[in-house]
Every structure is written in C-alpha cells, then in structure tokens.
C-alpha cells in the first residue's frame, strides 16, 4: 500500500468515526459525511487516472455530483431543523414528531 492510498484509507476512516462517535450536532455529522464522500472522490480519481480506459473517467465526476447534492441537501434539513426546533442538537430531535 503506497502513502497515497493509506492517507485516502485513513481520511475515509477518520471521517467514518467521527461520524459514529460524534453525532451531537447535525452540523459535524453532514461535515464528517462531507470528509467521506471526498476521500471517496480522490480515492477513485486516483484510481480512474491509473486506469487506460476511458469509460472510469465518468464516475468521480458522478461521485462529486452526489456529494454536492448531499451537501446542499443536508444545508437545507439543517436550516429547516434550526427554525423549527431552535437547535441542531441530534439528542433533542424526535423523529415520530410530525
């Protein structure tokens, strides 16, 4: 394993247990999912650019796509939930509450 794959495995790890550990906020969970998703993202262009073919070159494009909807999705839940609720705390939040 080179550096550059133990770093995108450990950026990608570190995110995956921020997220399991520290889910107080809703803010540093769509943050740790951010971390995720780019780790993802230059994990599979590094590995799309080693590859000859050209078909592979689609699919960062696709993940980074994905994550910017994510992003902006989670943006949006987190400005709703803020109004409605008066905080971002995951503990305060009931999700059978209509």
Known sequence: MTLTHFSFCSAFILGLTGLAFH?????SALLCL???MLSLFLGLSLWSSQMPSVS???APMLILTFSACEAGTGLA???ATTRTH???NLHNLNLLQC
């Open 23 to 27: 889910r107080t906020h809703l803010l």
């Open 34 to 36: 951010e971390g995720m």
């Open 56 to 58: 592979f070159s689609l």
């Open 77 to 79: 839940l987190l400005v």
């Open 86 to 88: 008066g905080t971002d």
